[in-house]
């Protein structure tokens, strides 16, 4: 099943996974070379830490190389969604109760940021917002209680 993501979200994995594979595989490479020298391996700490960090490291090699083979790459910039959010939609909404205005991009799971205005395309907000155009009510069930956001705009950028 193909994995919603933006340009930028792609972009950002395939600079992470170029790092793990150039840079990151390296180190820790070194690093165990370094603890095999330094002799008996049973109590040797730094050996043990280089191994964790080198599972680790291979982990999320793969875990990102599947992400990206699975990855459906949307440009915001080429949507034409005729004024309804859908994914890549930055999306300027007004909270009926408190007036209080938010500007949110919807994207994929990983990269979601609420502190840059991300959100994830699988948050209650976003599923409440989706399909929905300039002028609507999106009502999102939270923990605090149902909250509706009047949508000011939608932009594709």
């Not at 792609?10 to 594979?21: D, F, M, P, S, T």
């Not at 840059?116 to 155009?133: D, N, Q, T, Y």
Request: glycine residues 8%; proline residues 3%; hydrophobic residues 40%.
């Amino acid at each position: 099943m193909p994995t919603p993501m933006t340009r930028r979200g792609a972009e950002k994995l395939r600079a992470e996974l170029q790092r793990l594979k150039t840079v990151d595989r390296h180190a820790v490479i070194q690093a165990i070379a370094e603890a095999r020298a330094q002799g008996d391996l049973s109590e040797n700490a730094e050996y043990e830490a280089a191994k964790d960090r080198q599972g680790f490291i291979e982990g999320r090699i793969k875990e990102i190389e599947g992400k990206l083979s699975s990855a459906q790459v949307i440009d915001p910039a080429e949507i034409n969604a005729d004024g309804r959010v859908v994914f890549g939609a930055t999306v300027e909404l007004a909270d009926e109760n408190s007036g209080e205005e938010a500007v949110y991009q919807i994207v994929g799971d990983d990269e979601a940021d609420l502190k840059l205005g991300m959100i994830s395309v699988s948050s209650p907000i976003a599923r409440a917002l989706i399909g929905k155009e300039a002028g609507d009510v999106a009502r999102v069930v939270a923990p605090g209680g149902v909250r509706s956001y009047e949508i000011v705009k939608v932009r594709y950028a």
